[in-house]
């Protein structure tokens, strides 16, 4: 929503001062003080996962990444605000200050692509809520912006599951964490003790229009063995058992059927013991175990079995 304000109203609206500016505290310099962040060289520029951007000083949603585009300029820029996001106007110059009540967080521009405008933001006035942490976060309602599903999978150490899952078709993205257990944001250390009934597990974006539930879980089956109780190989312990956590209750359905077929392949000669239930709450691992593979390819763990 685009709102011009009137000049008395202004004065109501955090100060800015274009002098004086620190570097030492950019959210502060940037938001505060009306300072602009280095270009390439700031946390969100380069951000090409799902999600929606906050104001970083009140949590409040701003923008969404369906709305961003690479503008060349180094900077986080979007063609629009959410529709209900509360940002305002105000003439700086030659230019248009874009802000809400509490910062300052760049300047919007009429060359955006395809005669669009373009919200040219600075990352250190915004904080991303990756679309998988929405609703954990209180950002619940904005999931449906998104043309997305999710699945929720575990199968053994999460940091295969995640490289193999990556590499699938239609997959969006992936997150590792903790979920099944009774303890609030858990640690790694906490879950490998096996106290907190957490399993390490996979949470997978992925878009319908491409790749279907049903079709997503055929790769689960082919990514671990299902037929061992609280392990996979040499990691033993029920943080590895295999488990799938369904969203919906067609989820659950096919989830079960997808089983059922499993077992009538005859793959291994156990039936599977996978748990399906409903999905609990997920918390993301730290950031160290995301995309571990990824980090150190001479790391080992999955691999796709042909069936």
């Not at 904080?127 to 904005?142: C, R, V």
Request: charged content about 20%.
């Amino acid at each position: 929503m685009r709102v011009w304000i009137p000049i008395l109203f202004l004065v109501l609206l955090t100060a800015c001062s274009t002098q004086g500016g620190t570097m030492k505290n950019m959210t502060d310099y940037v938001t505060k003080q009306c300072g602009t962040e280095p270009p390439f060289n700031n946390a969100y520029w380069d951000e090409h996962r799902p999600g929606i951007y906050v104001d970083v000083n009140t949590g409040e949603a701003l923008f969404s990444s369906l709305d961003k585009f690479d503008s060349g300029t180094g900077w986080p820029s979007f063609t629009r605000p959410l529709q209900d996001a509360s940002i305002v106007e105000k003439a700086d110059g030659s230019r248009t200050e874009v802000r809400t009540n509490a910062s300052h967080l760049g300047h919007v521009f009429d060359d955006g692509p395809n005669g669009s405008l373009r919200y040219c933001i600075n990352s250190a006035s915004l904080k991303f809520i990756p679309y998988t942490e929405l609703d954990i976060n209180g950002y619940g309602q904005y999931e449906k912006l998104f043309p997305y599903s999710k699945a929720l999978f575990a199968g053994g150490c999460f940091w295969g599951v995640q490289h193999l899952l990556d590499t699938v078709p239609g997959v969006v993205m992936t997150e590792v964490g903790y979920t099944g257990g009774h303890v609030v944001n858990p640690t790694y250390e906490q879950v490998s003790s096996g106290k907190t009934g957490h399993a390490e597990a996979v949470l997978v974006v992925f878009d319908p229009a491409k790749i279907s539930y049903k079709e997503l879980l055929s790769y689960f089956w082919k990514l671990h063995d299902p037929t061992q109780i609280d392990r996979q190989g040499p990691d033993v312990g029920s943080q590895y058992r295999s488990a799938i956590f369904y969203f919906t209750e067609e989820q659950n359905e096919i989830a079960r059927q997808s089983e059922i077929d499993f077992d009538n392949s005859h793959v291994f000669k156990n039936p599977a013991v996978t748990e399906i239930i409903a999905a609990t709450p997920f918390y993301p691992a730290e950031e160290y175990h995301q995309n571990y593979i990824d980090k150190n390819p001479l790391t080992y763990c999955h691999a796709f079995r042909t069936k």
